[in-house]
Nanobody
C-alpha cells in the first residue's frame, strides 16, 4: 500500500513563504504524475500544481510565478515551494500520486493559513 506523508504547513503572514513536502513510501518513478490539490475554507477543491514523470509541470493560473513544484527522486519526495503567499491561498493542501493504471493515492492533508 502506497503512503504519502505531507509536512510543512502552518501559519504565515501575507507575502511569506512555506515549503510543503510529500514523502512517498515507494519509488516515485512508478507514478505517472504527482501533484497538489487544495480544499479552501468554502470547500472548493482546486488543482494547484502537478509534475509528470517526464518532469513537465503545470500550475493553476492564480499560483503561477509564486509556487514551484519539484521532486527529489533519491528521497522519493515531491515539494511545493510557495512564495508571496496571499490570504486566498489558505486551504488544506493534499498531495496525490497517480499510476499508469489510474490508481490514485492521497496524503492526509496539511493546513496552510495565510493571515496577519
Amino acid at each position: 500500500q502506497v503512503q504519502l506523508v505531507e509536512s510543512g504547513g502552518g501559519l504565515v503572514q501575507p507575502g511569506g513563504s512555506l515549503r510543503l513536502s510529500c514523502a512517498a513510501s515507494t519509488n516515485i518513478f512508478r507514478f505517472k504524475a504527482m501533484g497538489w490539490y487544495r480544499q479552501t475554507p468554502r470547500k472548493q477543491r482546486e488543482s494547484v500544481a502537478a509534475l509528470n514523470s517526464g518532469g513537465t509541470t503545470t500550475y493553476r493560473d492564480s499560483v503561477k510565478g509564486r509556487f514551484t513544484i519539484s521532486r527529489d527522486i533519491a528521497q522519493n519526495t515531491v515539494y511545493l515551494q510557495m512564495d508571496s503567499l496571499k490570504p486566498e491561498d489558505t486551504a488544506v493542501y493534499y498531495c496525490y500520486a497517480v499510476t499508469d493504471t489510474r490508481d490514485t493515492y492521497w496524503g492526509q492533508g496539511t493546513q496552510v493559513t495565510v493571515s496577519s
